[in-house]
Structures are given as structure tokens and as C-alpha cells.
């Protein structure tokens, strides 16, 4: 059984979420641990993410001793789900003493890709707590948040039947990246439909084929999408080998912390935009190597 270290957890992640640029290596601690297996479950609000989590989690901790999974759910703190905080709490304390099992809920401080800028900063830290799997939640249906199929090995993408004109959306988006398309809600009213015409709409596309599963909170389905989930790992471990995905992810973090840093510079230097372009360049730049 294990016994997670859960309030220093906890700590590190608040730390973190809240260090200037200057101080999230430190933060983070250099760490050389293998990297935890990262699954991404987006969606739009509401549409059942947290429910299916819920499941899923008991699911995946129940089939093996060894996994210690984390969960980290963005929300995107906006007046439309604020109520979004609460409800994951009530929820998923239901589960919160598994053992093994370490859950967290994080503002996404308004960023608009639906991650927070800083969610790589507080994925490294949970590989380096040791997390065997890491579970993120994240609101999203547009173009814009599939950020997050670039942090994740495996991305279950979820729709509720009455999805409406987001799945439109969502087709020309996030649906695009899906690993796993998941139809939550299958009680509901055209859940069967939506899982058809999700199916139709994907087997038109070149490549592989991401499987559709209709889920429902009494738990029918949840089995099957986590058997997906362990498939598409194995099938994605086959075929990348891991010192490509480590390359990747390591770009990615790269790019992440320089892009924080280009802001916090520009947000402390008011003058940056006075002068000629190549003035303003090469200050913003002297900025950079001071912070
Ligand atoms: N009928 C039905 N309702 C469900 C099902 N799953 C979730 N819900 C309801 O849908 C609502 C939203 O569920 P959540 O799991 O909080 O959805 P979410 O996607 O995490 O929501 P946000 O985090 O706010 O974006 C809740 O009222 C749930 O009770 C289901 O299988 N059937
Ligand atoms: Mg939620």
C-alpha cells in the first residue's frame, strides 16, 4: 500500500504553480526519474470530465498495487463554470483517500489555451514525486486548446450527447489529436447517435482510427476506456521510442518557461517599447539574461 507524502505534495505544487521563472527549476528539483504516463482527458464544461475521472481512477488503482496515479484538473476559473471548483471537490473526495492516489485542482489563471502556462512546470514536479500516471483534466473544445496533445501521451477526448454546436467545433480541433474519443452521459438522449456520427466522422480520416466509448456515471464503459488507455500506451511506447517523446516533452518545457519569461520581462519593463524595433529587441533580450 502506498503512502503518499500528499500535504508535501501538495506544498511543492503551490510553490510551483506560484515561482517566477527564475525559481521553477529550483523548484521542480532536478530529478531523474522515469517519466510518469500522462493521460489528458478534455472536453467541453460539463460535459462530464470529472465524473468519468472519478471512475476511471478507481478503475486504473484497482488493477495494480504498483500504480500511484495524480491528478491534476485545470480550471479555468471563469465566471461560466466557476462552480466547476466546488463540484470537483464534492465529487472526487469520494476518492481522495484511495490509496496511491494524489489529487489536485488548479486555477488556469485565464490562460487561453486552457492549460495553464505553467501545467508543464507541475507535471515535471509530479514525475519527480514518482507518479507511475498522471491524469490532467482540461476545458476544451476549439482550436486553441490543443495545447494539451502536446503534454500527454494519451488524449481522451470527451463529448456529451448534447455537445450541440461545440462538437463542430471540436471537429475541426480537439477531436483532430484525440487518442480516445469517449461519449459520456450514455443514459442521456442521443448519446448512441453522437457516438455514430463521432465514429463516421473519424473512420473518414487518414491514419489511425481512435476508438469511440460510450460511458455512463454508473460506471458501464469505464472498464473498456481504460483497457484503451493501457492499448494506445503500449501502442505509442512500440512505436516511439522513449528518448524521442523525453526530446519532445523537454522542448516543449523549454519553449514553455522562455515564453513566461518574454512576458514576465515585457510586464517589468515599461519603456520596452520606446526607440527603434531593433532597440526595443535587443532590451527585451538584455531583459531576458537578467531575470
Ligand atoms: N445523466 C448523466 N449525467 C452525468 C453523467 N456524468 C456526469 N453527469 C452530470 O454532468 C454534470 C457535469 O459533470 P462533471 O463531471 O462535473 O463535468 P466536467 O466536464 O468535469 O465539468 P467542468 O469541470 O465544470 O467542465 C454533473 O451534474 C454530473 O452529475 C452521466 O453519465 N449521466
Ligand atoms: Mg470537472
Redo the contacts with the bound molecule.
Keep these: 500500500m502506498h503512502r503518499l507524502p500528499r500535504r508535501q505534495i501538495s506544498r511543492d505544487l503551490t510553490r510551483v504553480a506560484n515561482a517566477p521563472v527564475s525559481d521553477v527549476l529550483e523548484a521542480i528539483g532536478d530529478t531523474d526519474v522515469p517519466p510518469a504516463f500522462r493521460i489528458g482527458i478534455t472536453?467541453?464544461?460539463?460535459?462530464?470530465?470529472?465524473?468519468?475521472i472519478n471512475a476511471l481512477v478507481a478503475e486504473r488503482l484497482g488493477n495494480s498495487l504498483e500504480t500511484t496515479l495524480a491528478v491534476l484538473?485545470i480550471?479555468p476559473a471563469s465566471p461560466v463554470?466557476g462552480?466547476?471548483i466546488l463540484?470537483?471537490r464534492i465529487?472526487m473526495d469520494a476518492i481522495a483517500d484511495l490509496p496511491g492516489l494524489f489529487i489536485r485542482s488548479l486555477s488556469s489563471r485565464g490562460a487561453r489555451n486552457g492549460l495553464c502556462d505553467n501545467v508543464v512546470d507541475l507535471l515535471a514536479l509530479l514525475e519527480g514525486h514518482g507518479f507511475s500516471e498522471i491524469l490532467l483534466?482540461t476545458?476544451g473544445v476549439g482550436q486553441s486548446e490543443v495545447a494539451v496533445h502536446e503534454v500527454v501521451d494519451t488524449l481522451v477526448v470527451?463529448v456529451?450527447p448534447d455537445a450541440g454546436d461545440s462538437v463542430q467545433t471540436m471537429k475541426s480541433g480537439i477531436l483532430e489529436m484525440a487518442d480516445i474519443v469517449v461519449v459520456?452521459?450514455?443514459?442521456?438522449p442521443g448519446a448512441q447517435r453522437m457516438a455514430a456520427d463521432l465514429a463516421a466522422v473519424l473512420r473518414a480520416r487518414a491514419g489511425r482510427e481512435p476508438p469511440v466509448i460510450q460511458?455512463?456515471?454508473?460506471g458501464v464503459g469505464v472498464a473498456e476506456l481504460s483497457a484503451a488507455i493501457t492499448a494506445h500506451h503500449r501502442w505509442v511506447t512500440e512505436q516511439r521510442p522513449a528518448t524521442l517523446s523525453r526530446e519532445k516533452r523537454r522542448i516543449y518545457h523549454l519553449k514553455a518557461l522562455i515564453e513566461r519569461q518574454i512576458h514576465e520581462a515585457l510586464r517589468s519593463d515599461q519603456q520596452i517599447a520606446q526607440g527603434t524595433l531593433s532597440q526595443s529587441y535587443d532590451r527585451l533580450l538584455a531583459n531576458l539574461r537578467v531575470t
Design positions: 472536453g467541453p464544461p460539463g460535459g462530464g470530465k470529472s465524473t468519468l484538473a480550471d463554470s462552480g466547476a463540484g470537483d465529487r483534466e476545458v470527451i456529451p459520456t452521459k450514455g443514459d442521456q460511458t455512463q456515471s454508473s
